[in-house]
């Protein structure tokens, strides 16, 4: 019997294996990389673990909670809220339900109004009305206009939101679509944004080490894809039941000749240090948007496995299009935005790495998160995943990868027979 063959072996193309293999249906992954897990990757360098962009778990993912097992991921929790840089002073910006005990702080944070703080609550609630699918099915606007429309003050849209989900979207400009913004929003409220003990490249480990060795082709290019084979770049041809393409969107795109996917861009600047800059487990937000770093964190603040014992590692990330410009000047305008940020304690720093994602997130305007309009299958009945096809998160590869399996299952046409109602 002929396997299924998936080209792209990172979350998407490994839960579309997981699924497969749980349902007893053989499959061959092809990844040209030397590793699992694509753009989700974690780095060691001297013992410093790097993840390869800043990236977070949300424990609410319906997705992720379903494909990974948590407890042996070890997961650790950042700090529910955020830090903001504003008027060259910090402002703390806590959930109040989770952290009480910083409810004055919150409050008096010089960011947005007394107002806000209450629209936040009446948000949250909105959001989680409904299954998660019901947002999807909402009219889409941009997420500054939905944030407008439900009162939020300009000053708190530009010194919250703002920076906030330009780390989630790597969008600069609040353009992406309401329906990822309110799915996003509601992952924030009802669970905790983790990390792996020991990395984000965890995740796509635990899913690589559940499926059989045999099945795995690392460092094995795909230069064609058909809907019964694959050309290997070394000229051999992989004759296939059905093919998987499970690739990034630019990838996807090259390989089937399908419309351009816009993409979006980051880098991170990892730097070691004997002393935090942050008082506790937070995200720092740039409130002021003079960047270039939008976002800090100190990941070994959340796990001590990150860094060696009286250490830290600090991750910048920076945006488009600071997120373009070359490492030295991009280097020396982060340190002078940082050195404003924390003072001459930066001079104590030490650069790491700088890690590059050119195409990090797919670009997701309004209309693009329409079910309807990212079927699984091609009409050249070849298959696809990955988050472009979902929405542009760890959630939406996985869940676009387990589609794509139950898509290939069910057809009748690719397994010669009726499928029983498939395991997830």
């Known amino acids: 019997m002929l396997p299924v063959v998936i ?12 699924v497969l293999h749980k349902n007893s249906v053989p499959f061959l992954l092809f990844e040209a990389g030397d590793d699992c897990g694509g753009r989700v990757a974690t780095e060691v360098v001297n013992d410093y673990r790097l993840d390869v ?4 778990l949300h424990t609410a993912y319906p997705e992720a909670r379903h494909a990974l097992h948590y407890p042996s991921l070890h997961l650790q929790k950042f700090y529910p809220g955020a830090q903001v840089f504003r008027d060259g002073a910090w402002h703390l910006l806590a959930d109040p339900l989770r952290k009480p005990l910083s409810a004055p702080a919150t409050l008096a944070a010089r960011v947005g109004t007394v107002k806000d703080r209450m629209l936040l609550a009446h948000l949250q609630s909105e959001v989680n009305r409904g299954s ?6 909402r009219a889409d606007i941009p997420t500054r206009r939905r944030l407008e429309e439900f009162g939020f003050s300009k000053d708190f849209i530009d010194g919250f939101f703002r920076p ?39 995740i796509p480990l635990q899913l690589r080490l559940g499926l059989p060795r045999h099945s795995l082709n690392f460092k094995t290019p795909v230069a064609q894809a058909h809907p019964d084979q694959v050309k290997l770049a070394d000229g051999r041809v992989v004759g296939a039941r059905a093919v998987v393409v499970a690739t990034d969107g630019p990838a996807a795109s090259q390989l089937l000749g399908l419309p351009p996917v816009k993409t979006r861009a980051t880098t991170t600047l990892h730097f070691a240090t004997n002393k935090s800059p942050l008082s506790r487990p937070i995200i720092a937000l740039d409130g002021e948007g003079e960047g270039p770093v939008n976002h800090l964190a100190v990941p070994s603040q959340v796990s001590h496995e990150y860094a060696p014992k009286a250490c830290h590692v600090i991750a910048c990330n920076v945006i488009e299009p600071a997120a373009l410009v070359a490492d030295e000047p991009l280097l020396k305008q982060v340190l002078a935005q940082m050195t404003r940020w924390f003072g001459k304690q930066v001079e104590t720093w030490h650069l790491l790495r700088i890690h590059r994602i050119r195409h990090a997130l797919p670009s997701q305007p309004p209309g693009w998160l329409e079910p309807a309009d990212r079927p699984a299958v091609l009409p050249s009945q070849v298959f696809v995943a990955g988050d472009y096809r979902s929405t542009a998160s760890i959630d939406g590869a996985l869940r676009s990868g387990r589609l794509a399996a139950e898509a290939v299952m069910l057809s009748g046409n690719r397994l010669n027979a009726q499928e029983p109602r498939p395991v997830r």
């Open 132 to 137: 998660v699918e019901s947002l999807f099915a």
């Open 164 to 202: 906030f989900y330009r780390g989630v979207f790597l969008d600069p400009d609040l353009g992406t679509s309401r329906r990822m913004f309110d799915f996003m929003f509601r992952m924030f409220g009802q669970g905790d944004v983790v990390i792996p003990a020991k990395g984000m490249g965890m």
């Open 7 to 18: 080209v792209g072996g990172g979350l998407a193309g490994l839960n579309c294996a997981r």
């Open 53 to 56: 962009g800043f990236q977070v």
